[in-house]
Structures are given as structure tokens and as C-alpha cells.
């Protein structure tokens, strides 16, 4: 049975066993690229920079981007920033995910709109906690999940970025929490359905008072894997 652990006043996070959600997709396809440098030990915050910067790398002038959250997309939007310091970069906006990622943006100098007044998003940057053979996700540990999905549901495309301690053979394969968002309201009121009830996504979503979940399915179109053997680019 899964567990449930109390994070604030509006979250509450499952932990669960594997999940197989969805049925395997057609083969994808993945491209390698050697680490340069094997005589140095990386770190896992090295192995995260390398996968963020080969995202960024699909950064075109003239794009609206979806900003992610957490440890490995903060590494994407300092090298943003760098680039367009530099003037490798222009005209471009961001839409960030959370607060945390919009005061890091300012810093940086990357112009920011609101979704509201760009609805559209050529392609979005973010981590995840959890990569299946599918390319589908956990994400939102980080607690920012309902804004992560909302910019990443409207992106063209979607490159997630992580260190391969990140894959799992099914979602949940980690043994780590996955989010739930509810409301402060009665929360206790979603206790049972959400230990009972985690057979897919769609069924959680229909409780009364869930906000989101962290089950990010059919929705990355890459995923940008660094380990001490290389870059690996996985595509759907």
C-alpha cells in the first residue's frame, strides 16, 4: 500500500511502487555524444550542466520558452543567460514555472511574459525525478508541478534534462514520493482514494480537491540523458 507523508498546506506526496502506466511506444530513437574530459570524475551537478546545455542548444532567436524548475533546469537558464550576455543569443522570452525560477531569470537578464499573453510555447526546459523507457515522467518534487504542466502541456516541444540516476524501468521504479497537489481544504478527504485509487493518472485527477499530479505522461518529445559515459539524446 502506498504511504502518504504531510508536505505543506496544499501538498501531500505518495510514496508508491513501480507503475507500469502505458503501454511501450514505438521504438524510440537516441543519439550519443562522448564526455569530454573521462580522466575527471563528474559529479552529479556536472552530469546535470552537460544535459542542460545540449538542450539549450535547440534554442532558436525568436522562440518563447517555458522555463523548468529545480537543480537541472536552473543549470538551462544560467547557460540562457549566459548566451544572451554573450549575444550568441536574442530575441527571446521566457515563461518560468515557479517563483524561484523567475527571480533567477530576472537576475540573469532573460525577459519573462506570462502565459496568458503567449499561449504558445515553441519549447520548454525542465528536469524530472523520474525517466521510463517511454520517455514518461515524475516530476514536481520540487513543488512547482501545476505551473511545470501547464507550460510544458502548450510547448511545441518539451526536452527534459537529467543525470541517469533518473531512469527507471516504470514510473515509481525510484521508491521516492510521488506529488499529489490538493487543496488546503479537507484534505484529509482525498486520504483514502489516493492510497487506494493510483492506478493512472486520469483517476486522480478526478477526486474532488486535486489541483495535479506528478505523472507527466506523453508529453516529452526528448529526453537528454548525461552519465559517465556520455550525452545520450533520446527522441520520440
Avoid at 217 to 229: D, E, W, Y
Wanted: proline letters at 4%.
Amino acid at each position: 500500500m502506498a504511504s502518504l507523508s504531510f508536505v505543506s498546506s496544499s501538498h501531500l506526496t505518495l510514496r508508491t511502487p513501480s507503475l507500469t502506466l502505458r503501454k511501450l511506444s514505438p521504438p524510440r530513437t537516441s543519439v550519443s555524444f562522448s564526455v569530454k574530459a573521462q580522466s575527471v570524475a563528474l559529479s552529479q551537478d556536472d552530469l546535470k550542466k552537460l544535459a542542460a546545455e545540449k538542450a539549450v542548444e535547440a534554442i532558436k532567436p525568436g522562440m518563447v520558452l517555458g522555463l523548468g524548475t529545480g537543480s537541472t533546469a536552473a543549470f538551462a537558464v544560467d547557460q540562457i543567460g549566459k548566451l544572451l550576455a554573450s549575444g550568441e543569443l536574442h530575441d527571446i522570452v521566457g515563461i518560468p514555472t515557479s517563483k524561484r525560477t523567475e527571480e533567477q531569470a530576472r537576475s540573469l537578464g532573460i525577459p519573462l511574459v506570462a502565459l496568458d499573453t503567449h499561449p504558445r510555447i515553441d519549447l520548454a526546459i525542465d528536469g524530472a525525478d523520474e525517466v521510463d523507457p517511454n520517455l514518461d515522467l515524475v516530476k514536481g518534487r520540487g513543488g512547482a508541478l501545476l505551473r511545470e504542466k501547464m507550460v510544458e502541456a502548450v510547448a511545441e516541444r518539451f526536452i527534459v534534462v537529467a543525470d541517469d540516476t533518473k531512469l527507471v524501468k516504470g514510473l515509481g521504479g525510484s521508491g521516492l514520493a510521488m506529488p499529489v497537489e490538493v487543496v488546503q481544504f479537507c484534505w484529509k478527504f482525498n486520504l483514502e482514494p489516493l492510497k487506494d485509487g493510483f492506478a493512472a493518472g486520469r483517476e486522480i485527477g478526478k477526486l474532488e480537491g486535486v489541483v495535479e499530479h506528478g505523472l507527466f505522461l506523453g508529453m516529452a518529445t526528448s529526453v537528454i540523458i548525461a552519465g559517465k559515459n556520455g550525452v545520450e539524446v533520446m527522441n520520440k
